[in-house]
């Protein structure tokens, strides 16, 4: 997690409902990958999350709409191998040990006010997956990307009950706007 240590901690936010485009998401997604990947490296998507509850499987969905886009790019966390609480720790320990330089994309549903939901927050820092519902994991990615599906409090029951066109927007703009990001990388990043 090179963003963390080595840059001050900066998140733009993206509203999907006002005249939003995925190629703006993607323009800030290629702006913070050109000012973090400075020398050769391996670009892992990684979408967390889990698909048993609608407002946790953003990080699957997006996860698997890019697992066959492009091939130069890993992705771990798609609705059929999900990377959740259960297993993060150990997908972390294989992307480090089996990946040379991973620079590593972390999506995460998240929660928020009810006046950000249905925005996509684009940072160059970790995720701390978990930390909404008060769970305890470690911290991944060296760009981060959240979208907030839901807001904010201790009821328990907030990501069983969230939209799912909600997260089904957030889930295409942020694949959409990794894509554009993935198909302008060439030019820009020595990866």
């Known amino acids: 997690m090179k963003a963390f240590f080595n840059s001050p901690c900066k998140t733009e936010y993206f509203n999907t409902s006002n005249e939003f485009s995925p190629e703006r998401l993607g323009e800030g997604i290629l702006k913070y990958m050109q ?17 048993r509850a609608t407002g946790d499987c953003l990080g699957p969905l997006v996860g698997e709409m890019l697992k066959k886009y492009n091939p130069r790019f890993t992705v771990f966390g798609t609705l059929d191998s999900p990377v959740h609480a259960l297993n993060i720790r150990d997908t972390i320990q294989h992307i480090n040990s ?15 006010s009810s006046a950000h939901i249905g ?25 981060s ?47």
Not at 35 to 50: A, D, F, M, V
Not at 98 to 112: Q, W
Not at 156 to 182: D, N, W
Request: net charge neutral.
């Open 35 to 51: 000012e973090l990947c400075t020398k050769k490296c391996t670009p892992i998507i990684l979408g967390i999350g889990t698909d």
């Open 98 to 112: 089996n990946f040379f330089n991973p620079f590593v994309i972390a999506i995460d549903a998240s929660l928020g």
């Open 119 to 143: 925005y996509i927050t684009v940072s160059n820092s970790p995720i701390w997956p978990g930390k909404g519902v008060n769970k305890k994991l470690p911290a991944i990615g060296d760009i």
């Open 145 to 191: 990307i959240t979208g907030i599906v839901n807001v904010s409090g201790k009821n328990p029951s907030l990501l069983q009950t969230t939209r799912l066109y909600t997260v089904m927007q957030l889930a295409e703009y942020i694949s959409a706007g990794l894509k554009y990001s993935i198909d302008y990388l060439d030019d820009f990043c020595p990866l």
